[in-house]
């Protein structure tokens, strides 16, 4: 077994991207994934950029054979809201078309937002796994036992067939998913409520829409006989989906039927298509009532889950695996006390109950374009509790899933008032469609993508309340204020431009400043603690002419500096030159970091 092991439970998004960014920290690490094969039905397809910034941490190749799977940006259609696939939409949000929105998005990351499968995502993540040497990657094997030991944790890895190996290591992170059965086994509850059960069919349809136009990148289809969302997948593929009530209902009892009838419908009949897969899911908001529980740690969906409403759920997981890894590997290596462990779930707590809020807002947000017509998600949440409860949980299952198929066939017909060629209906388009722009923070939401910022010990407070030109939901303002993600840039480095993220040091802290000879020499004289080691960076763009810009994207002057984390995110600045300022981040340093680390070496 290799020194300073992690054992990762869960080949997944987050699972894999913590084990490569621990390989390149130089840590060791298992991943013991249940499944032999990665999973075909797709299941996220929202990438942000901060997530390829991240897999970027990890390998540069990595992250640009991901962004190379996305549909051109310029090539997404708009998100569409439609009686008939071929209709003209009742109303729509096209994002690309805005070239003031697309150029500041350029601006902020050296990635986009990308659309990409997970079904095509996990393939690349695990050839990545296969190709370390430091990662251990064990496909269809089940944890059956995890016991903590004086030094450290011992995990029985059980393959499909053979025998259990037995794996002493260091801590264990539970990257298993929405079902986790290491947190079940640790007694970690969640917190939050079930919002609806979504059955969904991942299917082939070639030239479904018009090649002469981009395919909208979501459509919500309302049609007498179906309600749904129809979202497109590389290579003419698609997932339609829609929610159900009860296990018994038939689009889960004899899905295959199911859902050939309802793409005949949908589709029309004249249209071929070939089904892949189906699959149901369940649709909740819930995180759990702690991240750590002694050498046992919680990521991604494991931690939390959201409606996916807004593309969260697999991002925050890799945010997630960012924030454990490099404390993880500090800890490990001996660097760090044990209690760094304990900044995870401050940290990652508020942002992931951010995003749980805003994607449950999103949700039942949608209920403004449906509500005249009757149909609302507020009225599925609320029929699928009472389903799952007396007196309508005592009815026999048969019984109960007719019923229910008979109440959404109801509930769907409502929507002939859309068809009719009457003067109603003409008014009840026109609600709908000055309804839709209210969508907005559903689909456009880069204050949350690039803007979320974390608080607690290592970062420093500082005083005065938050400015009003902050970011929003919608609107990111790159900011260094302690927390926030470091502002993209483009900077010299070593006589080449490069993003200031790929000038981060991985295992310290790295102090941005344009007066960095006066900060190298003040640091030296204060004799900062080797442990905490602090590396300058001259910050100077990449073009002369763009230096202004530079300093007021950094907000601390000439002669301040920005300290960052290894992860990206800052962690003290000022606006004092070297002198007055080197001594307030020694005082930073030992106040806030130095409790948390060893000043010899030593592993925990």
């Given at each position: 077994?290799?020194?300073n092991?992690?054992?990762?439970?869960?080949?997944?998004?987050?699972?894999?991207?913590?084990?490569?960014?621990?390989?390149?920290?130089?840590?060791?690490?298992?991943?013991?994934?249940?499944?032999?094969?990665?999973?075909?039905?797709?299941?996220?397809?929202?990438?942000?950029?901060r997530?390829?910034?991240?897999?970027?941490?990890?390998?540069?190749?990595?992250?640009?054979?991901?962004?190379?799977?996305?549909?051109?940006?310029?090539?997404?259609?708009?998100?569409?809201?439609c009686?008939?696939?071929?209709?003209?939409?009742?109303?729509?949000?096209?994002?690309?078309?805005d070239?003031?929105?697309?150029?500041?998005?350029?601006?902020?990351?050296?990635?986009?937002?990308?659309?990409?499968?997970q079904?095509?995502?996990?393939?690349?993540?695990?050839?990545?796994?296969?190709?370390e040497?430091?990662?251990?990657?064990?496909?269809?094997?089940?944890?059956?036992?995890?016991?903590?030991?004086?030094?450290?944790?011992?995990?029985?890895?059980q393959?499909?067939?053979?025998?259990?190996?037995?794996?002493?290591?260091?801590?264990?992170?539970?990257a298993?998913?929405?079902?986790?059965?290491?947190?079940e086994?640790?007694?970690?509850?969640?917190?939050?409520?079930?919002l609806?059960?979504?059955?969904?069919?991942?299917?082939?349809?070639?030239?479904?829409?018009?090649?002469?136009?981009p395919t909208?990148?979501?459509?919500?289809?309302?049609?007498?006989?179906?309600?749904?969302?129809?979202?497109?997948?590389?290579?003419?593929?698609?997932?339609?989906?829609?929610?159900y009530?009860?296990?018994?209902?038939?689009?889960?009892?004899?899905?295959a039927a199911?859902w050939?009838?309802?793409?005949?419908?949908?589709?029309?009949?004249?249209?071929?298509?070939?089904?892949?897969?189906?699959?149901?899911?369940?649709?909740?908001?819930?995180?759990?009532?702690?991240?750590?529980?002694?050498?046992?740690?919680?990521?991604?969906?494991?931690?939390?889950r959201f409606?996916?409403?807004?593309?969260?759920?697999?991002?925050?997981g890799?945010?997630?695996?960012?924030?454990?890894?490099?404390?993880?590997?500090?800890?490990?290596?001996?660097?760090?006390?044990?209690?760094?462990?304990?900044?995870?779930?401050?940290?990652?707590?508020?942002?992931?109950?951010?995003?749980?809020q805003q994607?449950v807002r999103?949700?039942?947000?949608?209920d403004?374009?449906?509500?005249?017509?009757?149909?609302?998600?507020?009225?599925?949440?609320?029929?699928?509790?009472?389903?799952?409860?007396?007196?309508?949980?005592?009815?026999?299952?048969?019984?109960?899933?007719?019923?229910?198929?008979?109440a959404?066939?109801?509930?769907?017909?409502?929507?002939?008032?859309?068809?009719?060629?009457?003067?109603?209906?003409?008014?009840?388009?026109?609600?709908?469609?000055?309804?839709?722009?209210?969508?907005?923070?559903?689909f456009?939401?880069?204050?949350?993508?690039?803007?979320?910022?974390?608080?607690?010990?290592?970062i420093?407070?500082?005083?005065?309340?938050?400015?009003?030109?902050q970011?929003?939901?919608?609107?990111?303002?790159?900011?260094?204020?302690?927390g926030?993600?470091?502002?993209?840039?483009?900077?010299?480095?070593?006589?080449?431009?490069?993003?200031?993220?790929?000038?981060?040091?991985?295992e310290?802290?790295?102090?941005?400043?344009?007066s960095?000879?006066?900060?190298?020499?003040?640091?030296?004289?204060?004799?900062?603690?080797?442990?905490?080691?602090?590396?300058?960076?001259?910050?100077?763009?990449?073009?002369?002419?763009d230096q202004?810009?530079?300093?007021?994207?950094?907000?601390?002057?000439?002669?301040?500096?920005?300290?960052?984390?290894?992860?990206?995110?800052?962690?003290?600045?000022?606006?004092?030159?070297?002198?007055?300022?080197?001594?307030?981040?020694?005082?930073?340093?030992?106040?806030?970091?130095?409790?948390?680390?060893?000043?010899?070496?030593?592993?925990?």
């Amino acid at each position: 077994m290799a020194d300073n092991q992690i054992v990762i439970v869960g080949g997944g998004s987050t699972g894999c991207t913590l084990a490569l960014l621990l390989a390149r920290l130089g840590v060791a690490s298992v991943v013991a994934e249940r499944r032999e094969e990665p999973l075909f039905h797709p299941a996220a397809h929202v990438i942000n950029a901060r997530s390829l910034e991240i897999w970027r941490q990890a390998s540069a190749s990595l992250a640009e054979k991901i962004f190379a799977l996305a549909t051109p940006f310029e090539k997404l259609g708009s998100i569409r809201w439609c009686c008939g696939l071929l209709d003209p939409p009742l109303g729509e949000i096209d994002v690309t078309s805005d070239a003031e929105l697309v150029a500041r998005l350029k601006s902020y990351s050296p990635f986009l937002i990308s659309h990409v499968g997970q079904h095509l995502l996990m393939p690349v993540l695990w050839a990545a796994l296969e190709r370390e040497p430091l990662v251990d990657f064990r496909r269809g094997t089940s944890v059956e036992r995890v016991r903590e030991t004086s030094d450290g944790i011992v995990v029985d890895i059980q393959p499909r067939l053979g025998l259990s190996d037995r794996v002493a290591a260091r801590y264990v992170v539970a990257a298993d998913g929405a079902n986790s059965v290491l947190r079940e086994h640790a007694g970690i509850g969640m917190t939050g409520k079930i919002l609806a059960r979504i059955g969904s069919v991942f299917f082939h349809a070639p030239r479904l829409f018009d090649g002469d136009t981009p395919t909208p990148l979501l459509t919500w289809i309302y049609q007498p006989r179906f309600c749904g969302a129809l979202i497109p997948h590389a290579n003419d593929d698609y997932v339609l989906m829609t929610p159900y009530l009860h296990r018994r209902q038939a689009v889960v009892r004899d899905s295959a039927a199911f859902w050939n009838q309802t793409l005949r419908e949908v589709l029309g009949t004249a249209r071929g298509f070939a089904v892949h897969s189906t699959n149901t899911w369940t649709m909740t908001s819930q995180i759990a009532e702690r991240f750590r529980r002694g050498r046992l740690l919680l990521a991604g969906d494991a931690a939390h889950r959201f409606p996916p409403a807004g593309g969260f759920g697999l991002n925050s997981g890799v945010q997630d695996a960012q924030n454990l890894a490099w404390k993880m590997a500090a800890v490990v290596k001996g660097h760090a006390h044990a209690a760094l462990l304990d900044t995870y779930d401050p940290e990652r707590r508020p942002v992931v109950e951010r995003f749980a809020q805003q994607s449950v807002r999103n949700y039942f947000r949608l209920d403004e374009v449906t509500a005249p017509l009757g149909i609302t998600n507020r009225a599925m949440c609320r029929a699928t509790e009472a389903v799952a409860s007396p007196p309508l949980a005592w009815l026999p299952d048969r019984l109960l899933g007719l019923a229910c198929d008979r109440a959404t066939k109801m509930q769907t017909k409502r929507t002939r008032m859309l068809l009719a060629g009457d003067a109603r209906a003409r008014r009840l388009r026109t609600q709908i469609a000055a309804l839709i722009p209210g969508q907005l923070e559903h689909f456009v939401f880069q204050g949350l993508e690039f803007g979320y910022t974390y608080r607690g010990p290592l970062i420093a407070p500082e005083s005065g309340e938050t400015p009003p030109d902050q970011s929003t939901i919608v609107t990111y303002r790159p900011t260094t204020r302690p927390g926030a993600r470091l502002p993209h840039a483009s900077v010299l480095h070593e006589g080449r431009p490069v993003s200031v993220h790929d000038t981060l040091c991985s295992e310290g802290l790295t102090l941005f400043t344009a007066s960095a000879p006066q900060w190298t020499a003040a640091l030296r004289k204060q004799q900062h603690p080797a442990t905490l080691p602090v590396m300058v960076r001259d910050l100077a763009a990449a073009e002369p002419r763009d230096q202004g810009h530079l300093l007021a994207l950094f907000e601390v002057g000439r002669q301040g500096a920005v300290l960052v984390r290894p992860d990206g995110h800052v962690a003290w600045r000022t606006t004092k030159p070297a002198p007055g300022g080197s001594a307030d981040l020694r005082q930073f340093l030992e106040q806030r970091w130095l409790p948390y680390w060893q000043r010899t070496h030593r592993k925990a």
